[in-house]
T-cell receptor, first 112, second 115 residues
Framework: DQQVKQNSPSLSVQEGRISILNCDYT??????FLWYKKYPAEGPTFLIS?????DKNEDGRFTVFLNKSAKHLSLHIVPSQPGDSAVYFC???????????FGKGTKLTVNP | DAGITQSPRHKVTETGTPVTLRCHQT?????MYWYRQDPGHGLRLIHY???????DKGEVSDGYSVSRSKTEDFLLTLESATSSQTSVYFC??????????????FGPGTRLTVT
């Protein structure tokens, strides 16, 4: 049973516009959430995270929103740039756990 | 970038042969992980280690074994490779997840093809 779901395998946006990547989870015990970005032929790199005690976290062009009641989080990229084209993975963990549970990823393409 | 290297970076092997992948870190992080990435499946945990000689199974551990005799090295062995183990394998490390986000830092990956 998939505990972390990224239902959109791909997303295409124009340069300068907003990219919104979505993630849903089923385990109500998850209280830490992370986003990773992955370029082809490279390992995933950590992008941004959020704790369940917050509903928003910003880092430059990247903002993650958490809606605990809906068990939903989203990553906003504003403005989108061609260099943002990558696969984005959502991940979750229970606080203190050594393991992360990953979604299947969303491939973002930002067109010039 | 975290000091994580994986070797080999690419390998082609035949069905039934044993294969060992190596992950080496220079960060002295306690936790080390092996994942595989496959189309349509994202990243799935194979095995992980929480200290020297301390390992545990992940989601897809069948057909794999691991060993960690030193803090810096974590080995993944495919005891008898099968075509279903054709994948990209990633090693990751983290310092300590307790009370933190358990940010894991990933190596560059090993592309394994089993023919």
């Amino acid at each position: 049973d998939q505990q972390v779901k990224q239902n959109s395998p791909s997303l295409s946006v124009q340069e300068g516009r907003i990219s919104i990547l979505n993630c849903d989870y089923t385990n109500s015990m998850f209280d830490y959430f992370l986003w990773y970005k992955k370029y082809p032929a490279e390992g995933p790199t950590f992008l941004i995270s959020i704790s369940s005690i917050k509903d928003k976290n910003e880092d430059g062009r990247f903002t993650v929103f958490l809606n605990k009641s809906a068990k939903h989080l989203s990553l906003h990229i504003v403005p989108s740039q061609p260099g943002d084209s990558a696969v984005y993975f959502c991940a979750a963990s229970v606080g203190g756990s050594e393991k992360l549970v990953f979604g299947k990823g969303t491939k973002l393409t930002v067109n010039p | 970038d975290a000091g994580i290297t994986q070797s080999p970076r690419h390998k082609v092997t035949e069905t039934g042969t044993p294969v060992t992948l190596r992950c080496h870190q220079t960060e002295n992080h306690r936790y080390m992980y092996w994942y595989r990435q496959d189309p349509g499946h994202g990243l799935r945990l194979i095995h992980y280690s929480y200290g020297v000689k301390d390992t545990d199974k992940g989601e897809v551990s069948d057909g794999y074994s691991v060993s960690r005799s030193k803090t810096e090295d974590f080995l993944l062995t495919l005891e008898s490779a099968t075509s279903s183990q054709t994948s990209v394998y990633f090693c990751a490390i983290s310092q300590s997840p307790s009370g933190s986000f358990n940010e894991q830092y990933f190596g560059p990956g090993t592309r394994l093809t089993v023919t």
